[in-house]
């Protein structure tokens, strides 16, 4: 158990962290620069310590090609983008909605059934969105019932990752590596990443405001999210189910607020609360069996 709070409590801070990152280099750039790094990193590690290929076979390019492009380059291309001007908390809440995502994707690519209870909790999980995705300026205070583009962009990118593990899970089933996958994913969207950054971005001025602290802190980065949590990440699929894991993901957010307010200095508002509750509820509903009676 104890293992399990550890990993999300090293994912929220991935989110503090990427914010200060973002503050000395631009958003595509930092994509790109780390991905193509984890990347290589990922498939140098593969190459040494095993002796199976780390090329995809060809009937399975297209599947590679779909967690390049959702696993990596949208879903990471919309969170920076948004994160780059909201508050870290307000992203790791979103965030908090990818089992209702994931319970969606489930129905129509699985064929899983849903009874009441699960869509009595998901539209109680997306109404519980609404007082921070209606709160304009989040991170200090601002207006009810104002609302921008960023938040639209951001959910984008939580259906893109979502959808992405459900490729994941397909390619693992063929008997490739979670590292692999990965690896090669990573590298591929980071390319992408750097294109887009070219495009964007433009080279007239250094996507890099100041190189060294940028460095530093996209290596603790790299380390946290893309060696650490992911792996064990991992591990912890093996130890307890699917069902339990995104149940605990509500400690995101937790965290994620401590370390907005600890580190960035963001202010926390009612709002916040309010919807972290009904959230919270709501996935308790959608996952917890003694609820049964409502709908009996």
């Not at 209702?100 to 129509?108: E, Q």
């Not at 693992?172 to 590596?177: A, G, H, R, V």
């Amino acid at each position: 158990m104890f293992l399990v709070v550890l990993a999300y409590a090293i994912l929220a801070s991935t989110f503090t962290v990427a914010k200060i990152v973002l503050s000395y280099a631009k958003p595509f750039f930092v994509i790109g620069f780390r991905m193509v790094l984890s990347g290589i990193f990922l498939l140098t590690f593969l190459r040494l310590t095993s002796k199976n290929r780390i090329l995809p076979k060809r009937r399975d390019l297209f599947l590679f090609f779909k967690v390049t492009l959702f696993h990596i380059y949208l879903a990471f291309i919309f969170e920076f983008w948004a994160l780059a001007k909201m508050a870290s908390s307000k992203v790791t809440l979103i965030y908090s909605i990818t089992p209702f995502v994931a319970a969606i994707f489930s129905y129509f690519l699985l064929r899983e059934h849903l009874g009441w209870r699960k869509l009595l909790g998901m539209v109680l999980g997306f109404l519980g969105l609404l007082p921070v995705l209606f709160v304009k300026n989040y991170s200090e205070g601002g207006e009810f019932l104002r609302f921008s583009g960023r938040e639209i962009i951001l959910l984008f990118a939580v259906v893109s990752a979502t959808y992405a593990w459900f490729v994941i899970k397909e390619l693992m089933q063929k008997n490739y590596s979670f590292l692999m996958i990965n690896g090669i994913s990573m590298f591929c969207g980071g390319v992408l990443a750097f294109i887009t950054s070219l495009v964007f971005e433009g080279v007239k001025t250094s996507p890099i405001y100041n190189f060294w602290p940028f460095l530093g802190w996209l290596l603790l980065l790299i380390l946290l999210a893309n060696v650490v949590f992911y792996n064990l990440y991992a591990w912890l699929l093996k130890q307890y189910s699917i069902t339990f894991l995104t149940f605990a993901g509500l400690l995101t957010p937790i965290f994620g607020s401590f370390y907005g307010w600890f580190f960035l200095g963001e202010k926390i508002t009612w709002h916040y609360f309010l919807s972290l509750g009904v959230v919270s509820f709501a996935v308790y509903l959608f996952y917890s069996k003694k609820c049964k009676w409502l709908f009996n």
